[in-house]
C-alpha cells in the first residue's frame, strides 16, 4: 500500500492488531475476527488514504466514534508529529485504547469519552482541531454534523467512505455548507494528500450554534436520504 513506516512503528502497529484481536470478545472492537484482516482491513486501510496528507507538524487532529482507536492510533504511529485526541462514547473502550496507548508509547494521544453532540457544548473541543476524521461513524449526513463542528475553519474533514464529494447528494452537500464547511471536488483531492476515495471536506466558517443537534433529529433527516454506497465498515 505505500504506507511509510518505520521498523519501530510497523511493529507497534503489529502489536497493536494483536492487542485489538485479543481484546475484540471483551470488547466487540470490530467485526474483523483474524489477526490478518485486523491488519489489512483495519489498521493499513486507515492509514492509506491519509499517509500523505498534507498538513503542518503540530496539528491537532479529532478522530470521532474512535471505537478499537481507528484510526487514530495507526495514525498517531505514522504521523508523531502530530497531536491526536481520540473520542468515544462507550467507556470500556475508552479505557482499552488509553491502556493501548501506553503500552504503545504514544505520547500524541489523548482518549475522551462522550458523546460528540455533548462534547461539542464545551469550548475545549468545539472547532480546536485543524483535522477531523471519522472511520464507520455513522451515515455521511450524520457524520457531517458530528465532525465538521470540532474543525476550526481553514481544517479539513477526511469520512472514511466508498463515497466521494461527486457522490454525494444534494442533500447532503447543502447540509454540509449549512455547517460552514464545502465538499472538496474529487479531483482536487492530490492537493491536500488525499489520493483515494472517502469524503474530504474544507471547513470556511464558523459552524453555526445551533448545531450539532440532538442525535436523534440527526439521525432521523439522516434516514431520509438514500446512498449510492455504504460507508466504510
Do not use: W
Amino acid at each position: 500500500m505505500n504506507i511509510p513506516l518505520s521498523q519501530e512503528s510497523a511493529e507497534k502497529l503489529f502489536r497493536y492488531s494483536t492487542m485489538i484481536h485479543e481484546s475484540n470478545n471483551l470488547f466487540n472492537l470490530t467485526g474483523f475476527r483474524s489477526a490478518e484482516e485486523i491488519i489489512s482491513n483495519l489498521l493499513l486501510k486507515s492509514m492509506a488514504p491519509l499517509c500523505d496528507i498534507n498538513v503542518p507538524r503540530g496539528t491537532s487532529v479529532a478522530d470521532i466514534g474512535t471505537g478499537s482507536g481507528v484510526p487514530g492510533i495507526p495514525l498517531a504511529l505514522m504521523f508523531g508529529g502530530l497531536h491526536f485526541t481520540l473520542f468515544d462514547s462507550n467507556g470500556r473502550k475508552c479505557r482499552f485504547i488509553a491502556e493501548a496507548s501506553r503500552e504503545l508509547g504514544l505520547h500524541n494521544v489523548v482518549v475522551v469519552e462522550g458523546r460528540a453532540e455533548e462534547l461539542l457544548h464545551d469550548p475545549e473541543y468545539r472547532e480546536q482541531f485543524g483535522v477531523t476524521v471519522s472511520r464507520a461513524l455513522a451515515h455521511p449526513y450524520t457524520a457531517s454534523e458530528l465532525c465538521i463542528p470540532f474543525t476550526k475553519p481553514g481544517g479539513l474533514i477526511y469520512i472514511y467512505s466508498h463515497l466521494t464529494t461527486t457522490d454525494l447528494p444534494v442533500d447532503i452537500t447543502s447540509h454540509i455548507q449549512n455547517l460552514g464547511a464545502s465538499p472538496v471536488p474529487h479531483d482536487s483531492y492530490f492537493s491536500y494528500g488525499i489520493a483515494d476515495d472517502g469524503i474530504l471536506i474544507k471547513k470556511t466558517s464558523l459552524t453555526p450554534s445551533r448545531f450539532p443537534r440532538r442525535f436523534a433529529a440527526i439521525k432521523r433527516e439522516a434516514g431520509k436520504i438514500v446512498l449510492s454506497s455504504p460507508v466504510e465498515d
